[in-house]
């Protein structure tokens, strides 16, 4: 039974490695969709450009692209584009831009022009019937809007929420029921009380780990799943965008510091055994260690390393472009696809790795703030 299940394991991360390297094969960066090419990837500067846009967040939802009588096509659906402009709101699909990313698109709505340049949407000045840029390729004539669109990444938030919602949901109904787990459940409760038993009891302490225990469960879930997500074929980047990892870490922020009781603030603010004049020295330390940078190494740690290794991953399935004048198509694409296996298989476990990280971060900050002092 053990060998069943490593067999199907293997196969299922031989297959995401492959369907990986598929969908890289046939991608493109929608700035070269025009070229005589027909759209590919070839050279290193558009294999260069294609992963720098592929960790990005989109406005559509594209599963893969192909080639047909020299143009590009691309299989996906448009997702809603809701923009605050200087008009009021404003909504459309994103399909109006037809893929487009550099500007030549102009979408006209309620008097208004919009155009999408490097994955961001522009108003177009009054009087503007095209984009201008400057030397650096940043439009001239034309202001960013306050953009609240459904994109990729909120997709694959809203795609995961409701996961999980419908996963632990069952859980709790057996628990109730049952009061044994069976099914996919059974998978859940162990995880479940290892989160609690060797991360929220150990690091916030037997009297208030129960309080917070519900928020940790939350992150781990939501952050494991989400960077196994991103190793699908789907081509999910949540976790590497920085805004999500700066909500999750405002999210701890706030609860530690609302939390945080007497002997906290009092240790922060005005630390006693030392003398009166290092005191103001370490509150300024203290307040910005617990303001400024414990939720700042909580954020860019989580997008850094889950950004890092999509890059990585998809640098090593580019050698099968870059290398296959010297190495020949078969060998290039061989060594790969070999490379990117293995990293892919580094990648599943880095994808634990920083949901752990991050919830026992979290679970400590909250154990240092709730953490009862014994005077004498």
Known sequence: MKIAQKTIKFLLIAAITLFTSASFASGSDKKHDNQNDGGRVNTKEEVEAYILHHIKDSHDFSLFSYTSNGERKHVGFPLPVILWTSEGLVTFMSSEFHHNDDGHVIVEKNGLKFAKVHSKIYELDNGASSINFDETHHPTNAHKTLDFSITKSVVGILLIGLLLLFWFSRLAKQYKTKKIPTGF???????????????ARPNIGDKHYRRFTGYLLTVFFFIWVLNLAGLTPLGFNVTGQLAVTGCLAIFTLIIYTVSGN???WMHMIWMPG????????????????????????????????????HIVVMSLIAIMFTLKESLGVVGATGLSLVLSFFITLIEVLVAFLQAYIFTMLSALFIGMAVAEHEHH
């Open 274 to 309: 030392v003398p009166v004049l290092i005191r103001p020295v370490l509150a300024i330390i203290e307040l910005a260690g617990a303001l400024l940078i414990k939720p700042f190494s909580l954020l860019v740690r989580l997008f850094a390393n889950i950004s890092a290794g």
């Open 185 to 199: 459940a059974r998978v859940l409760e162990p995880l479940v009380i290892y989160v609690r038993d060797e991360i």
């Open 262 to 264: 007497k002997d906290y």
